[in-house]
């Protein structure tokens, strides 16, 4: 029998390998790492799937801008608490009260609008989306959430609007540029605070205005003339929050809130 003196020679694949288990930690901890971190939007994540394009909108936010009135995010951005991108891809708007409005609106608004013009009554112009209030203004509780909207010359002047109020959806044509004289057409009643309901809001290119909207199984459909003071004028389009609340003090609470699930404008 023969011995061996001293250490006791281990097998090669029993040998430490320091490199290689730290090596090891390392992919497990940056995994960790990733994991926690990753479940957290930065500002290089994509979008989620679904998520609404803002490419080819401009932002319009209760905050005073370098010239007193209501500020302007161009190209439109997430920018809460005025317009949150949410996971699930779609979009919260709040607009309260009190808070700094257009030079010509008394009303404060987080509204997105359209950077592609058109001429109203040439060519097929519509709006798609699916939203749910929330939460509208105490004191009248209504809130704009479409609209064809005055571009060029007329930027200052209301068109085509699409309200929500107390569960009521209805449009208001302006007959006028100057003025307020306008005509209602009711879609839908009984649409209740966090339902979600779809509306299109159309300039069919024929003289007509199409209007829809559809809360479950109940679709309504509605067509107006076009104005003859609007016909050939440059007109957008404007989605979003334009609450036409009272003027209020407290930020926090009253005022609308809306979410998008989808927005969409096409021919």
């Known amino acids: ?48 799937p679904g998520a609404i394009a803002l490419n080819g909108w401009k932002l319009t936010i209760p905050v005073a801008g370098d010239n007193g009135n209501a500020d302007i995010i161009e190209p439109a951005a997430s920018t809460p608490p005025w317009m949150t991108a949410k996971d699930d891809g779609s979009l919260e708007f709040w607009a309260p009260t009190a808070g700094a409005t257009t030079k010509t609106s008394q009303h404060p608004r987080s509204e997105l609008n359209s950077l592609n013009n058109f001429t109203a009554g040439d060519g ?12 509208v203004p105490s004191g009248t509780g209504d809130i704009i959430i479409g609209q064809i909207h005055g571009a060029g010359d007329i930027i200052s002047v209301p068109f085509v609007m699409l309200h929500y109020k107390n569960g009521v959806i209805r449009v ?12 209602t057409y009711q879609l839908l009643t009984g649409v209740p605070l966090g ?10 290119g024929n003289g007509n205005l199409d209007f829809s ?5 109940d679709t309504r459909q509605a067509t107006a003339p076009l104005p003859d003071a609007f016909n050939g004028a440059t007109v957008r389009f404007q989605a979003g929050d334009y609450q036409l609340g009272d003027s209020g003090s ?16 096409g021919t």
């Open 213 to 217: 909207a559809t809360y479950g199984a």
């Open 1 to 48: 029998m023969i011995q061996r003196s001293g250490a006791v020679e281990r097998p090669s694949w029993r040998r430490p390998r320091p490199l290689l288990l730290a090596a090891v930690l390392l992919v497990l901890v940056g995994g960790g790492l990733w994991v926690v971190f990753g479940s957290h939007r930065g500002p290089n994540r994509p979008a989620a």
């Open 195 to 204: 339902a979600r309901f779809d509306y299109t809001i159309t300039d069919s």
């Open 250 to 265: 407290d930020i926090d609470s009253d005022g609308g809130r809306v979410t998008f699930y989808t927005l969409t404008e």
């Open 124 to 135: 097929v112009h519509s709006l798609h989306a699916s939203v749910s209030v929330a939460q």
């Open 172 to 183: 208001v044509v302006k007959q006028v540029q100057k003025g307020s004289t306008g005509q």
